[in-house]
């Protein structure tokens, strides 16, 4: 894999030739990591905790000035010449009705022009009334996006991630880290990318590097980084890469983020037929799973439909409800808090195994350490699995075998990431060569099974720190 001073090169290179001529002095570059869902999941939207890793495949992206007035954006990939470009005269960023229009473009370039143009609008805006740098004078922007996982929500937050740090650099914007997050996850949301959390940009640029592999800890109320925790030297966080996505996984994930919010609204109607203001300040990650299974758990419905729903118990602001669907309350809610207690457990289990903890543990509670972090995610798994109908065959196949080995040889636990859509599959194990050993004879095995190998990634590496450390 190409590395991330390779990818700078070629967009360099890319910018200093035709029509993207500019002084190499003046090309400013930045490159941001794709950020790693460990735990929590989905849990990021309802208020919980969550536990974010990144891996060394990296987005990159250069700007050099024009004096033409143009906006100039083009797509390089693996070394190849540009794959697709767009033009437009930069002052139309500034118009109030200015709308993008990529339509000619397929897919994951689509995607990426949008997210460029709406990060260059609002970078546009800021500059036009702070009065930082003329943004008339024209801008040339190149995009070299290495992150394997095509269509992913790693993919296009890394991208996102990388533009606004290029471009507040590029202005002298001076911005702090959360309000940078906050641009890249607003031009997300614009971009048409589902469920892009703030947190997610957050980790994507500033994932410490040096030491090793960690975890980001948040409690996302709405996105708060609570700290890092290092993976302990014994322990390996891998990332398992399948060609086997499920289609339906951003659809299946969006309805449940629907019906979450349809539980919420139940259980704060509960609290206030019963006189009581809820104390839950609009989280379900506040509702603890034992006050949660003791006295609403049963008051919510299995399923119910959308209008069914709106006639009971009114609209809900800035949530699209499809008034024909039946949602799965129940089952939606048992997810979303379930997966912040998990999340919250598995970190307290992995700062138990961290190098720096207080009083290390003895070898024997280590192991049960481990083998805790592990059966959280599993039981993550299950819940996406199970409750949601999320992650994919090709997952699970790999998933049970990893899992089913003897003691120390195979993963204490796996599970699905990236809304659950199978394509990703986490997994901690020893860093032993016997559990090394395993895990490459279950990749051998999955491609004679499925006529593709699985690519491997690991947590930690050198090129996945953060953009603004690297």
């Not at 118990?313 to 129940?330: K, N, S």
């Not at 095995?445 to 050198?462: D, H, K, L, M, N």
């Amino acid at each position: 894999m190409a590395s991330s001073a390779d990818d700078r090169a070629r967009l360099i290179n890319q910018l200093l030739a035709g029509e993207y001529c500019a002084a190499a002095d003046a090309i400013i570059t930045a490159s941001a990591p794709a950020r790693l869902d460990v735990s929590g999941g989905l849990a990021a939207h309802t208020g919980g905790v969550v536990a974010q890793s990144t891996l060394g495949m990296r987005a990159t992206v250069a700007v050099a000035p024009r004096r033409d007035g143009y906006l100039w954006i083009f797509i390089c990939s693996s070394g190849n010449a540009r794959q697709a470009q767009i033009r437009l005269a930069i002052s139309h960023l500034l118009d109030a009705d200015w709308r993008a229009d990529v339509s000619s473009h397929p897919g994951d370039d689509a995607i990426c022009f949008n997210l460029a143009l709406t990060t260059m609008r609002h970078i546009a805006t800021r500059i036009h009334f702070g009065n930082v740098r003329n943004v008339g004078e024209g801008l040339s922007i190149g995009i070299d996006n290495a992150i394997s996982l095509r269509g992913s929500t790693a993919a296009f937050n890394a991208l996102a991630a990388a533009l606004v740090q290029c471009l507040c650099d590029y202005y002298r914007i001076a911005a702090t880290p959360l309000e940078k997050a906050e641009m890249a996850a607003h031009a997300l949301a614009e971009g048409g990318v589902s469920h892009a959390h703030t947190v997610d940009a957050l980790t994507a640029l500033c994932a410490p590097t040096g030491g090793g592999a960690c975890l980001l800890r948040y409690r996302c109320q709405p996105h708060q980084l609570l700290g890092t925790i290092p993976v302990a030297d014994n322990i390996q966080l891998l990332a398992i890469e399948l060609d086997a996505k499920n289609p339906d996984a951003p659809a299946i994930a969006q309805r449940v983020m629907v019906a979450g919010a349809m539980g919420m609204r139940i259980i704060e109607t509960v609290y206030r037929d019963l006189g009581l203001e809820p104390n839950t300040g609009g989280y379900l990650g506040n509702i603890s799973p034992g006050l949660y299974k003791r006295y609403f758990r049963a008051l919510l419905p299995r399923r119910m439909r959308g209008r069914d729903f709106t006639r009971s118990y009114g609209e809900l602001p800035g949530v699209g409800i499809d008034l024909d669907h039946f949602y799965h309350i129940r089952a939606a809610v048992d997810h979303l808090i379930g997966e912040g207690d998990y999340a919250e457990n598995f970190l307290q289990a992995m700062e138990e195994l961290a190098p720096n903890w207080n009083e290390p543990l003895p070898e024997a509670a280590r192991i049960l350490s481990a083998q805790r972090a592990g059966r959280l995610l599993l039981a993550s798994q299950h819940s996406y699995r199970l409750r949601l109908g999320l992650s994919s065959p090709h997952a699970d196949w790999v998933i049970a075998r990893l899992t089913d080995a003897a003691a120390g040889c195979g993963a204490y636990g796996a599970r699905v990431t990236e809304m659950g859509d199978g394509q990703l599959v986490i997994v901690l194990m020893p860093a032993s060569v016997k559990a090394t050993d395993h895990l490459l004879g279950v990749v051998s095995e999955y491609g004679r099974e499925f006529g593709v190998s699985p690519r491997i990634y690991r947590t930690g590496t050198p090129s996945s720190a953060g953009a603004l450390l690297s």
